[in-house]
Nanobody, 124 residues
Framework: QVQLVESGGGLVQAGGSLRLSCAAS????????MGWFRQAPGKERELVAA????????NYADSVKGRFTISRDNAKNTLYLQMSSLKPEDTAVYYC?????????????????WGQGTQVTVSS
């Protein structure tokens, strides 16, 4: 079992930056692919970024490429999402997810464990 706890969300003005963190419990974190997903009101949950177990492979949604960076520190059991040049359309609840597989997937149904989410609100 893996427990995931997100932090770092908040209110920021357009053009600003935030860094989300996801702390994972358990000794298997380093063997799992990880992902950040988000869900805005009235919309389906969507992939933001995903990363392989060792960090060598990353995937990004087209809407965040060049603005967001996913990374992980396996020694600290922590996943990060650095968000820059934030836009109002980035407003959503952001979720951290773990997949019992070394490679990332864009499908939320491929992930086995989820955090409770953290709210990110970008004002115009």
């Amino acid at each position: 079992q893996v427990q995931l706890v997100e932090s770092g969300g908040g209110l920021v003005q357009a053009g600003g930056s935030l860094r989300l963190s996801c702390a994972a419990s358990g000794r298997t974190f380093s063997t799992y692919a990880m992902g950040w997903f988000r869900q805005a009101p009235g919309k389906e949950r969507e992939l933001v970024a995903a990363i392989s177990w060792g960090g060598g492979r990353t995937n990004y949604a087209d809407s965040v490429k060049g603005r967001f960076t996913i990374s992980r520190d396996n020694a600290k059991n922590t996943l990060y999402l650095q968000m820059s040049s934030l836009k109002p359309e980035d407003t959503a609840v952001y979720y951290c997810a773990a997949r019992r597989n070394a490679m990332p997937s864009p499908m939320d149904s491929d992930y086995n464990y989820w955090g409770q989410g953290t709210q990110v609100t970008v004002s115009s």
